[in-house]
C-alpha cells in the first residue's frame, strides 16, 4: 500500500504546493514518483529522523504540510519526543508515515518489527492515528486526512496486491467498517493483518458460524460508536493485531467494552513474548505469534464453546 499512498501523495500535491515529503535515506523504489515530479518539494535528511522530525515542525510552522517517511519503528520511536514536543504540542499538520508496521520487516530482524507504535501514537492527545487494511482504503485515509489542520500518523503495510473483500476501500475518521452481521462472533482488526481476519471470518461462515469482520483503520480519534454497535450484538469479539497486546488495538476494545457495560466476551490475538528476537517472513511470523487465520478461527470457535459452557452452568 505503500506504493499507492506515494501515488495518492502525488496526485494531491499536484493542486496543493504546500505538501512535501522528507525521507530518513530510504523508501527508494517508492519515493522517486514525488522526489521527481517534486524535486525541490523532496528533502532526504540522511539518517537523522529526530531532525527530520524537527525539520518537518518547522516546515509546518511556515505553513507547509510535510510528510515524513521511514520505516515504521524508525518513524515513531527515534524521534517520539520531537514528535510529542513539535507537531502534537503544537497542533501542526505533519504527517508521520511508518512503513511496515506490525511484522511486515520480517526477516529484517526484531529492530524492523513495529510492535509497539499504536500504543505509544494513540496516547498522544489531537494526534490522528490511521493504519489502513489494504491499499484501498490507504488511498482513501490519505484524502480523507487531506484537509486536518493537525498531525496524523499513517501505518502502512508494504502490499500492493491483497484487498479486503467487501470493503472497497472505504475509510472514514473516527469509524469502523463492519462486514457481515457477526452475532456470534466479531472479529475486530486493523491494518495489514486484516487479511488473515477476513479469511478467519470467511472459514468461520462455512462452519455455520454468523462472524463479522470489524475494521478499524482509525484508532484516534477512537470509532467508539461503531464499536459499541458492533459489540454490543455479539456474544464473542476477538482483536487481531500485528502489535503487542498492551496499549494497542485489543486495549482500546477492552476499554470500550468496560466504559459501556457490555457483556461482549474479549479475547486478544497479538504478538507475544514467547519468540522474542525471532526473524523469518511476516506468514511465518504471523503463523508463530497465533496471527494466521487457522489460529483466529480456531480461538474464536474455543471461545464460543467457553461462553456457551460458562451460560449453562450459570442456568
Do not use: W
Not at 528533502?43 to 516546515?59: H, I, K, R, S
Amino acid at each position: 500500500m505503500r506504493a499507492t499512498f506515494i501515488r495518492t501523495l502525488v496526485e494531491l500535491a499536484d493542486d496543493d504546493p504546500r505538501i512535501m515529503l522528507l525521507t530518513g535515506d530510504l523508501g527508494f523504489t517508492v519515493v522517486e514518483s514525488f522526489a521527481e515530479r517534486f524535486p525541490d518539494r523532496f528533502f532526504n535528511v540522511g539518517v537523522a529522523e529526530q531532525n527530520m522530525v524537527g525539520v518537518a515542525t518547522g516546515l509546518a510552522e511556515a505553513g507547509f504540510v510535510p510528510f515524513v517517511y521511514s520505516i515504521a519503528t524508525f518513524a515513531t520511536l527515534r524521534p517520539y519526543e520531537f514528535i510529542r514536543n513539535g507537531p502534537v504540542l503544537h497542533r501542526l499538520p505533519v504527517r508521520i508515515v511508518g512503513v511496515g508496521g506490525g511484522l511486515d520487516y520480517g526477516s529484517n530482524g526484531v529492530t524492523h518489527h513495529a510492535l509497539e507504535d499504536i500504543a505509544v501514537m494513540r496516547v498522544q492527545p489531537g494526534l490522528t492515528v490511521v493504519a489502513p487494511a489494504d491499499f484501498e482504503q490507504a488511498r482513501s485515509a490519505l484524502r480523507a486526512t487531506n484537509a486536518l489542520t493537525g498531525p496524523v500518523y499513517f501505518r502502512l503495510g508494504k502490499n500492493e496486491s491483497n484487498t479486503i473483500a467487501g470493503l472497497d476501500g472505504r475509510f472514514s475518521l473516527g469509524r469502523a467498517e463492519q462486514i457481515g452481521s457477526g452475532a456470534d462472533v466479531a472479529i475486530v482488526a486493523t491494518g495489514s493483518i486484516t487479511l488473515e481476519a477476513a479469511r478467519a471470518v470467511a472459514a468461520l461462515v462455512d462452519r455455520g458460524v454468523d462472524a463479522s469482520l470489524v475494521v478499524v483503520a482509525c484508532l484516534s480519534p477512537a470509532p467508539i460508536d461503531d464499536l459499541v454497535a458492533a459489540l454490543g450484538s455479539a456474544r464473542v469479539a476477538i482483536t487481531v493485531e500485528a502489535h503487542y497486546a498492551s496499549g494497542g488495538l485489543g486495549s482500546l476494545v477492552c476499554e470500550i467494552v468496560a466504559e459501556h457495560s457490555l457483556g461482549c466476551h474479549i479475547v486478544r490475538r497479538a504478538v507475544g513474548d514467547g519468540h522474542h528476537g525471532i526473524s523469518g517472513s511476516e506468514r511465518y511470523l504471523n503463523g508463530l505469534h497465533g496471527l494466521s487465520s487457522e489460529s483466529v478461527v480456531a480461538t474464536a470457535l474455543e471461545a464460543l464453546d467457553r461462553v456457551a459452557t460458562a451460560r449453562q452452568e450459570r442456568a
